[in-house]
């Protein structure tokens, strides 16, 4: 066989085995076997030498054409065999390494606890500290120790929600249980005052709960936050420049604050705080439903019956308390015209505050 037709079975025989190959290695060993150190292919560049000077030049570029065919055959054989192993690879495991990856959702805070840290802040900024009382609690500390004794008409201001009694009694309705969801955080008051004597300055921060319907200005539960000091000499000016300094921490400087006559049990005398609408500043637009005010919280002196009943001389001490929606308070911050979007639970919603 002449050298030309050895090259030419070389080239078949590489071409067969590349196309035979299976993988990348099988298609490797191929590569070494033709072209490595060792190789057939390299031994006839090898023996060059051997050649005939004048049959040199012809050798030689024969040599070359058969590299350069079985390179391009292997390079392209290799190109296949890696996708075909990469799919065989991903087919194979549970993991799908070339799916895009889901990125975390990051969580805010819900606006109405932001909002009563925020209110709390403005208070610690006051010296009072945080108390908390219990959701479910006795018709005592709700309604009796804040002067609204059994059948006190007071009480019909807030539907209340009662809860069975565990011991087997009949449930549900007023008059046959003792104990209910707390209406309002006052009754963290008395847990207060029973257990230190003034001076005393807190606020307290916590769910309540009532038989209501849920509609713009109405939840069966929302939050509330409490505030009570008691001291030497505290008066109703005390109260008002507290609440005022209040009003104009949470919403800007330029809010003003009025304070109208109402009636609450605990307190006496009792008013409502009303803080100037933030979006016509007072000339009456539909958000403040055209009075320029918008209600925002209760309060009043702390009743002399409160203060005795707890275990606190009304004759040494006297003090203020006050009671403010916090959701209220949000949805005045933010002009947001219903209380339920609060608690919807639309991330579009919630994730602008
Ligand atoms: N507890 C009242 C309510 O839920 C709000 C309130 C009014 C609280 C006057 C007070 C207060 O402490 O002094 O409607």
């Known amino acids: 066989m002449s050298l030309t037709d050895e090259l030419a079975l070389l080239q078949t025989q590489t071409l067969g085995a590349i196309e035979a190959s299976q993988s990348v290695a099988e298609l490797e060993a191929v590569r070494i076997a033709v072209l490595g150190k060792q190789g057939t292919l390299t031994g006839y560049l090898r023996s060059m030498g051997q050649v005939a000077p004048e049959m040199r030049a012809e050798v030689g570029k ?12 292997l390079a392209s054989a290799k190109q296949t065999l890696e996708a075909k192993e990469l799919s065989e690879r991903m087919l194979a495991s549970s993991v799908d390494i070339s ?33 908390q009382g219990p959701e479910v609690e006795t018709d005592y500390y709700n309604f009796t120790a804040l002067n609204a004794p059994e059948d006190h008409p007071s009480r019909g ?33 008395v847990h207060v005052m029973e257990g230190q004597q003034p001076p005393i300055y807190i606020v307290a921060p916590g769910k309540v709960y009532r038989r209501d319907v849920a509609d713009p200005s109405h939840l069966p539960q929302f939050t509330q936050m409490e505030g ?15 609440l005022d300094y209040f009003c104009k921490a949470m919403f800007g400087p330029d809010r003003k604050t009025r304070f109208r006559a109402h009636y609450f049990p605990f307190t006496e005398p009792s008013a409502e705080v ?37 275990g606190i001389d009304p004759e040494e001490y006297s003090g203020f308390a006050f ?8 949805c005045l911050k933010y002009n947001v015209p219903d209380l339920r979007m609060l608690l919807d639970g639309d991330m579009r919603f919630l994730r602008q505050f």
Request: charged share 25%.
């Open 228 to 242: 009570l000091a008691i001291d030497k000499g505290l008066t109703f000016g005390d109260l008002k420049g507290t």
């Open 323 to 330: 009671g403010v929606g916090i959701e209220r308070v949000a």
């Open 99 to 131: 799916m895009p990856g889901r990125a975390q959702q990051i969580g805010t805070r819900h606006l109405i606890n932001r909002i009563s840290d925020e209110i709390s802040e403005i208070f610690l900024g006051l010296g009072y500290r945080v108390a």
């Open 274 to 310: 009303d803080v100037s609408c933030g979006i016509c500043h007072g000339e009456g637009c539909r958000f403040c439903k055209g009075t320029g005010w918008l209600e925002i919280l209760g309060c009043g002196m702390v009743d002399p019956n409160v203060l005795r009943m707890s």
């Open 157 to 189: 201001m807030q539907d209340t929600f009662y809860v069975k009694d565990l011991s087997g009694d009949k449930s549900g309705v007023r008059g046959e249980s003792d104990v209910l969801l707390r209406t309002q955080t006052s009754g963290v008051q």
């Open 62 to 73: 024969t040599v070359n054409t058969v590299r350069v065919v079985i390179e391009e055959a």
